[in-house]
Structures are given as structure tokens and as C-alpha cells.
């Protein structure tokens, strides 16, 4: 589907949160996970992609909150795990693979981060799956054995011997099936508590810093999921699609005109599978892949701001290439400006080369971002008290110019003439 722009032309009120028009402006993003959808894509509703790096290279990840056991694998580039079911772990030295062919291999819950592949048949608290927690100590205790097929490598015997809450660290025992090549790692999580996971490499015994810092809402990658078989049966396959961030909220609208934005009658959710992967599908007539352009995704980011979402274009494997419109349709923070009494000040407002911003606290330092309609930032700087922006290269319209530091945030609506 090609781009289509619609011009705003309908004057938004800063007593409400939605952007509403009669029309609308979308922003088309083109993207890509490269051939083989060997890349994962971080990527903010605001911003757009955030990093882009390759899937492979990993082969844990341990979330990062202190009192979290949850621990996934990388399921994306073939990493397989299954679960020993000859013993505890008293039995480390006597693991073998023995009938291994008929286990089954676990994989990552698709709906919620924590619970990662070693969580899989957890009892609740205070049993995480490969663990129980201690009351006392209040650390968790490996009490299962696993077998993990790396991709490229094989197999080896691998025990999470335990995680020390307090110092927010994991121990980890792994080796080849007949004990060589042992190795016992401790993995300090405390320096990536800003992100959602810290990511190890058992091949290269190394950590692997790959989740960005600054804020995404969707992650574009591959994971295991349930679709429909041959036979209409469901059962897990490994996809390719969007997953969202932790603690973001999203829901989705299906058979919805180009100008659906009731995103409010259905409940958000924050599944990590929301948006998914089936929102395309191929056509065995035309070889090619399909996208659903009636299917709307509502994503509420960081900020509470809701955007819509609309995918336009889906390539295949081949270059793994597709693209998407996005629409912001809710400004949480025009709320904001109410709240906050209109510190802010902008003159003049409508602006055509300068616009000059008083903030009404004069020890005053923050930033100053400024976004046009469709949640595109076209702006960023440091601010304090007092600052003269150039806006001479801004093309005419509304845009949004958001004040905030750590114990303040205002958004104003300015227009450009």
C-alpha cells in the first residue's frame, strides 16, 4: 500500500486528550530485520527504530529486577531447552541424553516477558520453575537440570545453581553432556536494572549488552507462538512479528476504516503478543505475503501517550523488509497542562521563524521536545528558564512542545504559520 497523507484541518482543543480531525497525518516507516529476519528491531512509537542488532549471539537472558526469576532463551535463533527428567540435581555428574527425543523442549511464555523457558511449569510462588525461593535468605535455589542445543554447537547439561536476591547476581553451572569443558559463572545483573534483560552467551562465556537504553514500545523479532498447523490444530511454531515492551499496554481492532480511532472500547492489555505476528499472512496464489491494512493496533508508550498502528507492507524473508503508518491519536499530556497551571509559556503563538519559551521557575532545567501530529519528534534540546527556538525550518501546521525534567512535565500545542 502506498503512503497516504491527510491534512489536519480541524483546530484541536487543548481542553481534551484525543487528536481528533476530519482528517488525518500518518507517518510511514520503512523497515528492516534484514534477509532471514536475522535482526531484532527496537523501536518507539515516538522516536521510530531505536536499535537495530542481530538476534544471534546470545543464548540466556535473565530479567533484571532483583526479586525476578525469570530467565528466557533465545528461541529466535534456534536455541532449544529441555527440561531432565532422570533426576534433581543431585544428579549433575550422571546427566545424560538418553530419550531426549522424546521430551519436550520448552520454550518462552508469548505473553509475558518473565516467564521465560525456565519458568515453564512453575507452581507459584514460592516455586519459579527452575527454583524455589528461600523465605530466609530470600534467594532462589536451582533444584532442576536442563539439556540446551545450541545452534551451531550441540549439547550441553546446564544448572541454574541459584540467584542471591539481594545482591541481584546469578550462578550458573554448564558443561559438555560427559562433564568436560565445565564451566561456573557468576552473572552480575546490577548494572542493567535500567533495561528488561541482560543477555549471556554460553559459546563465548560473556555478557551481552544488546537491549538500548532509551525507550521502546514494540520489539520486531522472532519467537515462539501458537498458530494453526496443517490441520487447523494449534500448536507452537516459531514466528516472526511484534511483541511489546514490557508494562506497555496495547489492544487491536479488526475489520476498521482507515478513520478508526475509538481505541477506548476495548480494554488494553499488556500481553507481550498483542500485536503478534497475524496480522499478514502468505497467498500460495501470488507467492507473496499479504497485510491485514484493516486490522488497527491502539499502543499506549511510555509517556500514556496512544498511537495507532497500521502495517502496510510485509516483504518475506528475502530482505525482510516491511513498513507501517502510525497516527498519534491521544495526548495524555495535554491533561497535563491543566495540571499543572501553565507554567509554561509560549509566544508568539502562532510562530513563524521564532518561538520563545518562559517556564515560571527560575532555577528552572529540563528539555524541550517538540512533535508534529503524527508523534514524529522534529525537535530536542536542553532548556532552562528561558529559551529563543528557531523554527523557521518547520513546515507550517501543529505541533506539540513538551517541557519536562524529573519532577515536571507540560506539553502546549503550537502552531506554526
Avoid: C
Amino acid at each position: 500500500m502506498n503512503k497516504t497523507i491527510f491534512t489536519f484541518i480541524a483546530i484541536l482543543l487543548a481542553s481534551i486528550t484525543t487528536v481528533s480531525a476530519q482528517s488525518r497525518e500518518y507517518t510511514t516507516d520503512s523497515l528492516s530485520m534484514y534477509p532471514g529476519y536475522s535482526n531484532d528491531i527496537f523501536y518507539s512509537m515516538s522516536a521510530g527504530e531505536v536499535a537495530n542488532v542481530p538476534r544471534a549471539g546470545w543464548d540466556l537472558g535473565f530479567y533484571t529486577a532483583a526479586f525476578s526469576a525469570g530467565i528466557i532463551i533465545n528461541e529466535g535463533s534456534g536455541v532449544q531447552l529441555y527440561k531432565y527428567p532422570s533426576g534433581d540435581t543431585s544428579a549433575w555428574a550422571n546427566v545424560d541424553s538418553t530419550g531426549l527425543s522424546t521430551w519436550t523442549n520448552v520454550s518462552n511464555s508469548p505473553e509475558y516477558w518473565e516467564d521465560g523457558a525456565f519458568n515453564i511449569g512453575a507452581l507459584g510462588h514460592p516455586d519459579y520453575g527452575w527454583g524455589v525461593y528461600n523465605m530466609v535468605t530470600h534467594s532462589v535455589i536451582g533444584d532442576s537440570l536442563y539439556i540446551i542445543n545450541l545452534p551451531g554447537v550441540g549439547y550441553k547439561k546446564l544448572w541454574i545453581v541459584n540467584k542471591i536476591s539481594v545482591e541481584n547476581t546469578y550462578n550458573i553451572r554448564f558443561a559438555d553432556l560427559d562433564g568436560s569443558n565445565e564451566e561456573n559463572v557468576a552473572i552480575d545483573v546490577k548494572p542493567y536494572t535500567s533495561k528488561n534483560f541482560i543477555y549471556y552467551s554460553m559459546v563465548t562465556n560473556s555478557v551481552i549488552d544488546r537491549e538500548p537504553a532509551a525507550s521502546w514500545d514494540i520489539l520486531f523479532t522472532k519467537y515462539i507462538d501458537f498458530t494453526e498447523d496443517m490441520s487447523g490444530n494449534m500448536a507452537e511454531y516459531l514466528v516472526t512479528g511484534a511483541t511489546s515492551n514490557v508494562n506497555n499496554f496495547a489492544n487491536k481492532f479488526t475489520e476498521v476504516g482507515v478513520d478508526f480511532n475509538d481505541w477506548s472500547l476495548t480494554a488494553m492489555d499488556s500481553l507481550k503478543n498483542t500485536i503478534g505476528y497475524d496480522w499478514k499472512s502468505f497467498d500460495m496464489g501470488t507467492f507473496s505475503w499479504m497485510v491485514d491494512d484493516s486490522t488497527a493496533f491502539f499502543i499506549k508508550d511510555s509517556e500514556g501517550d496512544i498511537y495507532k498502528l497500521i502495517f502496510t507492507y510485509w516483504a518475506g524473508s528475502g530482505s525482510g523488509q516491511f513498513a507501517l503508518n502510525k497516527e498519534l491519536v491521544s495526548l495524555s499530556s495535554v491533561s497535563d497542562l491543566e495540571e499543572n497551571n501553565n507554567v509554561v509559556s509560549l509566544y508568539p503563538n502562532p510562530a513563524t521563524q521564532v518561538v520563545n519559551i518562559k517556564i515560571d521557575q527560575p532555577q528552572f532545567e529540563g528539555t524541550v521536545v517538540i512533535v508534529d501530529l503524527s508523534g514524529r519528534k522534529v525537535f530536542g534540546s536542553q532548556i532552562n528558564a528561558e529559551k529563543s527556538l528557531d523554527i523557521s525550518e518547520l513546515n507550517n501546521g501543529i505541533y506539540f512542545v513538551t517541557i519536562y525534567n524529573d519532577n515536571y512535565k507540560e506539553t502546549q500545542k503550537l502552531i506554526i504559520k
